[in-house]
């Protein structure tokens, strides 16, 4: 699919823009000639600088919300190895539960949630049930009033880490549902008709040149709306964001179980 959208997005301009010049030097042949472009170059290369400054800062946007939300994952993944070791200094009946709590919130994550972001950009239930579970232990009968009165730091520690790791959790979520906002595609696509279009009007005697030069900016824009449309979704297409921070996480918890 996505290697298909890549083909038309970029291909599809360069076949306007190859077509647009024969047409428009059969339809302009006697009535423009290069002296024209004395008046169409400096024209072009406003609205150039404009389009330009434009689709960069697109460009610019969609990459730092991809790098945001890639890192926000790796936050929220390494949350739970603080949270893991500091349920290891709590009484078994606690701690063993914690941390069985933690590694299925882990699984759930991997095997459940991730698949979800990919395909709907849903978050998964399950997951979110584990760490509402965590939560629950406060107040269940898991950490008892006695537990947090012997062992204050660990509990502590064990609700901030919670916190964190619910805090990672909501904004990885939000960051799989964030998308470019339509006016902007509106904008952006337009602008690239504009100036593919003007790149057809400016006239050469040779046409070979003047469809090579065009073919290629054509093709440049098409691949920059590409790269901005796979990054504005970052846990989907080609370059999705995996689960990685997550498997690493788990087998930081495998060290930390044999006491490392």
Same mark, same amino acid.
């Given at each position: 699919m996505y290697a298909l959208l890549a083909i038309l997005m970029i291909l599809g301009p360069v076949l306007y823009t190859i077509a647009g010049i024969l047409i428009s030097r059969k339809i302009l042949h006697s009535r423009i000639r %290069? #002296?024209?472009n004395d008046v169409c170059v400096p024209i072009f290369l406003n609205a150039? +600088?404009? @389009?330009? +400054?434009?689709? #960069? @800062? /697109?460009v610019v946007a969609v990459w730092e919300s991809y790098d945001n939300a890639k890192t926000i994952a790796a936050t929220e993944a390494t949350s739970l190895v603080p949270l893991y070791r500091a349920a290891g200094n709590? *009484? *078994? %009946?606690?701690?063993?539960?914690? $941390?069985a709590l933690v590694r299925e919130y882990i699984h759930q994550v991997i095997e459940d949630e991730w698949p979800q972001q990919a395909t709907t950009g849903q978050a998964s239930s399950q997951a979110r049930k584990q760490i509402g579970d965590l939560y629950r232990a406060f107040g269940d009968g898991t950490i008892?009033?006695? /537990?947090?009165?012997? @062992? *204050?730091?660990?509990? =502590? +520690?064990v609700m901030q880490s919670i916190t964190e790791v619910s805090t990672d959790r909501n904004? $990885? =979520?939000?960051?799989? =549902?964030?998308?470019i906002p339509s006016v902007m595609w509106f904008t952006i696509l337009g602008g690239s008709l504009v100036i593919v279009t003007m790149g057809v009007v400016i006239y050469m005697e040779r046409p070979f040149p003047h469809i090579l030069m065009a073919s290629l900016m054509s093709a440049l824009i098409g691949l920059l709306l590409y790269s901005c449309l796979i990054l504005s979704r970052p846990f989907q297409g080609p370059i999705a964001i995996t689960p990685e921070s997550f498997e690493k996480t788990l087998v930081i918890l495998d060290d930390v179980d044999r006491g490392n």
């Amino acid at each position: 699919m996505y290697a298909l959208l890549a083909i038309l997005m970029i291909l599809g301009p360069v076949l306007y823009t190859i077509a647009g010049i024969l047409i428009s030097r059969k339809i302009l042949h006697s009535r423009i000639r %290069e #002296g024209h472009n004395d008046v169409c170059v400096p024209i072009f290369l406003n609205a150039g +600088v404009l @389009f330009a +400054v434009l689709l #960069g @800062f /697109m460009v610019v946007a969609v990459w730092e919300s991809y790098d945001n939300a890639k890192t926000i994952a790796a936050t929220e993944a390494t949350s739970l190895v603080p949270l893991y070791r500091a349920a290891g200094n709590l *009484p *078994p %009946e606690a701690g063993d539960k914690i $941390r069985a709590l933690v590694r299925e919130y882990i699984h759930q994550v991997i095997e459940d949630e991730w698949p979800q972001q990919a395909t709907t950009g849903q978050a998964s239930s399950q997951a979110r049930k584990q760490i509402g579970d965590l939560y629950r232990a406060f107040g269940d009968g898991t950490i008892t009033t006695q /537990m947090k009165k012997d @062992f *204050p730091l660990s509990c =502590n +520690v064990v609700m901030q880490s919670i916190t964190e790791v619910s805090t990672d959790r909501n904004k $990885r =979520n939000l960051a799989a =549902n964030e998308d470019i906002p339509s006016v902007m595609w509106f904008t952006i696509l337009g602008g690239s008709l504009v100036i593919v279009t003007m790149g057809v009007v400016i006239y050469m005697e040779r046409p070979f040149p003047h469809i090579l030069m065009a073919s290629l900016m054509s093709a440049l824009i098409g691949l920059l709306l590409y790269s901005c449309l796979i990054l504005s979704r970052p846990f989907q297409g080609p370059i999705a964001i995996t689960p990685e921070s997550f498997e690493k996480t788990l087998v930081i918890l495998d060290d930390v179980d044999r006491g490392n």
